[in-house]
């Protein structure tokens, strides 16, 4: 069991940056890959970017290819998510998830724990 808790979200400037975080707590967090997802308002979740259990692997989506920096400090049981250039489109409510196994997957049904999400708007 894990539970999974993102901060960091908020609004911010077309361009801008933000940084969001998921502290994970019950278990061993190395023991997880780990993904972040995001879904806006009348769409469906989408992967953004996944990380394996130690970091050797680190997966994309293309909307978030050279903006975005996913990392995991497994010393803080802390994954993150480094956003740049942000536009309107990456409006969101992003969500971590924990998935038991050594790699990350762009499927959110393959993933067993879920954090309660972040909001974060990007709007001038």
């Known amino acids: 069991q894990v539970h999974l808790v993102e901060s960091g979200g908020g609004l911010v400037q077309p361009g801008g940056s933000l940084r969001l975080s998921c502290a994970a707590s019950?278990?061993?967090?190395?023991?997880?890959?780990m993904a972040w997802f995001r879904q806006a308002p009348r769409k469906e979740r989408e992967f953004v970017a996944g990380?394996?259990?130690?970091?050797?692997?680190?997966d994309y989506a293309d909307s978030a290819k050279g903006r975005f920096t996913i990392s995991r400090d497994n010393a803080k049981n802390t994954v993150y998510l480094q956003m740049h250039s942000l536009k309107p489109e990456d409006t969101a409510v992003y969500y971590c998830?924990?998935?038991?196994?050594?790699?990350?997957?762009?499927?959110?049904?393959?993933?067993?724990?879920w954090g309660q999400g972040t909001q974060v708007t990007v709007s001038s």
């Open positions: 998830a924990a998935r038991v196994t050594q790699v990350e997957s762009a499927r959110p049904i393959e993933y067993d724990y």
């Open positions: 990380i394996s259990r130690v970091g050797l692997v680190i």
């Open positions: 019950g278990t061993s967090f190395s023991t997880f890959a």
